[in-house]
């Protein structure tokens, strides 16, 4: 449903028991002051790593725009802002505020049909669906996501941004993504007060990916059998992947068979892709 002009006047109170079950299950945790949003909002600015043909080819797509208090920091007239929002109560509301060139949709951002062009991404995403909506948004691919500003918990950025070494997520995406640290954020800047604090997860796509993304799906399978095998060093894991020609494999692509395989740079995966490709085709 798209709300682009204010409906009919509903009231936008319910019973506090649905009320509570929206904001536990949708993880409706607002930015508690305009200043908040700002500081967030920010962010968005500045890193496009690849320059659109022209500035108006850019939309903005807002995850999640609940009461709108990032969506009003970003609403300017001129610069296209698409405003997602599950909740059908906030959703009437925040259209009925006609903000200059926003178009407020009450769909399911992980089910909705994305823009073709170019975007940038925003969002303080819901805890629950926060990874599912990382997702979707990392498979639009480079030439479509031009950057990506999502507020998630603090660990599970810390995660993304290599504070615990590598890992399948992180292996299967940075041949076309990198994953910075933003701006963190306390708990008491949101109402209600979520159960953790949460930190900006900058994602900006690289010029030059170190593998076709048409080759996506073959490359990230691969990582995933090798993350499979379940083995510490790449020798190890190269034997259960392949039954025959493993260190011909590890040698081709220049990587010593002692190495851990969550310590695999993504030049090595890149090369281990390949002669992978290049064994497995005898
Ligand atoms: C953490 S709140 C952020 C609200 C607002 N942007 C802010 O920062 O104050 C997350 C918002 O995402 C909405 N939401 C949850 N799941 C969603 C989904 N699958 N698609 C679209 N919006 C969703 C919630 O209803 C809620 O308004």
């Given at each position: ?109 992980l089910t909705l049909q994305l823009p073709g062009q ?165």
């Open positions: 449903m798209t709300l682009k002009s204010p409906l009919p006047p509903q009231s936008v109170s319910a019973p506090a028991d649905s009320r509570s079950t929206a904001r536990r299950e949708w993880g409706q945790n607002f930015f508690r002051t305009a200043a908040a949003a700002c500081r967030f909002s920010a962010q968005l600015d500045g890193s496009d790593t690849i320059p659109p043909d022209s500035p108006n080819d850019l939309m903005t797509v807002e995850i999640g725009a609940g009461s709108g208090r990032v969506t009003k920091v970003l609403a300017s007239p001129g610069t296209p802002l698409l405003a997602v929002e599950i909740d059908p109560r906030w959703a009437r509301r925040l259209a009925a505020e006609s903000l200059p060139d926003v178009t407020v949709v009450n769909e399911d951002f170019p975007v940038r991404l925003i969002g303080n995403l819901p805890f629950v669906t926060g990874t599912r909506m990382l997702r979707r948004c990392l498979d639009m691919g480079p030439a479509r996501m031009r950057q990506g500003v999502f507020l998630l918990q603090r660990e599970y950025v810390g995660k993304r941004t290599g504070a615990w070494g590598g890992n399948l997520f992180n292996a299967q995406w940075e041949p076309w993504y990198s994953f910075d640290r933003g701006l963190a954020f306390s708990r008491q800047d949101f109402t209600p007060v979520p159960r953790a604090d949460t930190q900006t997860l900058m994602v900006a796509p690289h010029r030059r990916p170190s593998v076709p993304w048409r080759e996506k799906a073959a490359y990230q399978r691969f990582v995933q059998r090798v993350f499979d095998t379940g083995q510490m060093t790449v020798g190890d894991a190269a034997r259960k992947v392949l039954r025959r020609g493993h260190a011909q494999f590890v040698r081709g692509a220049g990587v010593r068979p002692a190495d851990r395989v969550k310590d695999l740079t993504v030049p090595e995966w890149t090369a281990l892709f390949r002669a992978y490709g290049r064994t497995a085709d005898r």
